[in-house]
């Protein structure tokens, strides 16, 4: 069973750093994309980036893209979503999720198979 697992969020101040952690398990394919999502109350689920295991590489859009590092540590089967410079905007629930074969930076939710249950950012003064 793939099962994906987020944590690391919690309450940072604006302007802070934070690094969310999405422990992949339960597949052995080589070629997938982990994807981070982010929800806010009242909106949208909105892609942030994601990460590809066949390219080795990443894609970022919408307003973290230039605050925001994906990275993964392939022994700990960890993929990591660093943001820098948080805003009070950032708040939500942060989700990761995967995605097999197909296009390399798929960044529409519909294009991830399984997703983790999602970890609370808040930033606040």
């Known amino acids: 069973e793939v099962q994906l697992q987020a944590s690391g969020g919690g309450l940072v101040q604006i302007g802070g750093s934070l690094i969310l952690s999405c422990v992949a398990s339960?597949?052995?394919?080589?070629?997938?994309?982990i994807g981070w999502f982010r929800q806010a109350p009242g909106k949208e689920r909105e892609f942030v980036g994601c990460?590809?295991?066949?390219?080795?590489?990443?894609y970022y859009t919408g307003p973290v893209k230039d605050r925001s590092t994906i990275f993964s540590d392939n022994a700990k089967n960890t993929v990591y979503l660093q943001m820098n410079s948080l805003k009070s905007e950032d708040t939500a629930v942060y989700y990761c999720?995967?995605?097999?074969?197909?296009?390399?930076?798929?960044?529409?939710?519909?294009?991830?198979?399984?997703w983790g249950q999602g970890t609370q950012l808040t930033v606040s003064s």
């Open positions: 999720a995967v995605s097999f074969g197909g296009v390399d930076f798929p960044p529409s939710a519909g294009d991830y198979k399984s």
């Open positions: 339960g597949f052995t394919s080589d070629d997938y994309t």
């Open positions: 990460i590809n295991s066949n390219v080795g590489a990443t």
